[in-house]
């Protein structure tokens, strides 16, 4: 009995250190009602990196990076701001356009001093381009990229469902919440 005993914990041992990355696809709505697919590097311990945040495009962009920078910070990241980077490159005469490529990104990253960066966008669907009482969706992607390596550490997507159609402050909240109740839980 007891040789079985320790190969099943021997067993398990093996099968939770070969667990895949934590990802969500169930398309169930989670905290705040969004639908997350996300999934994060494994043995990536996301709090201990000092993050760059580079891109965010959409609407309510600004309001995004502050929700964004906000979330890494409750869970210990040191965050620093795409205004402070680009401070910090303009010695280099290196600027981040509003659009900003992987690449160049990563380079600014590097320059920056920081592990990794956060790239981001919102998109809108529904109300924006049709009935403004339509049902509308408000889709959050998002990746954090290691500036050493390019590889990507976290990737995934938020959709928050607003069926009544009026796109406020709220939905885009609570859809960036539940993106990284995701990635740190």
């Not at 309510?60 to 979330?71: D, G, R, Y």
């Amino acid at each position: 009995m007891k040789p079985k005993f320790i190969f099943l914990t021997i067993v398990a041992c093996i099968l939770v250190n070969c667990a895949p990355a934590r990802m969500t696809t169930d398309g169930v709505a989670h905290l705040n009602g969004s639908i997350t697919d996300i999934i994060v590097k494994p043995n990536v311990v996301i709090p201990s990196l000092k993050i760059g945040i580079i891109s965010i495009t959409g609407p309510n962009s600004e309001l995004a990076e502050s929700k964004i920078t906000m979330n890494f910070m409750r869970h210990g990241c040191q965050v620093v701001e795409r205004s402070q980077i680009n401070s910090i490159l303009k010695e280099q005469a290196f600027q981040l356009s509003g659009l900003v490529d992987e690449e160049n990104a990563i380079k600014a990253g590097k320059l920056a001093g920081v592990n990794a960066i956060f790239i981001g966008a919102i998109n809108l669907s529904g109300a924006v381009f049709g009935d403004p009482k339509a049902p509308s969706d408000l889709i959050f992607t998002g990746r954090l990229i290691d500036v050493n390596s390019g590889e990507i550490i976290v990737i995934g997507s938020a959709k928050f469902h607003n069926k009544f159609g009026i796109i406020t402050n709220k939905p885009i909240d609570y859809t960036i919440d539940d993106y990284f109740t995701v990635v740190f839980r």
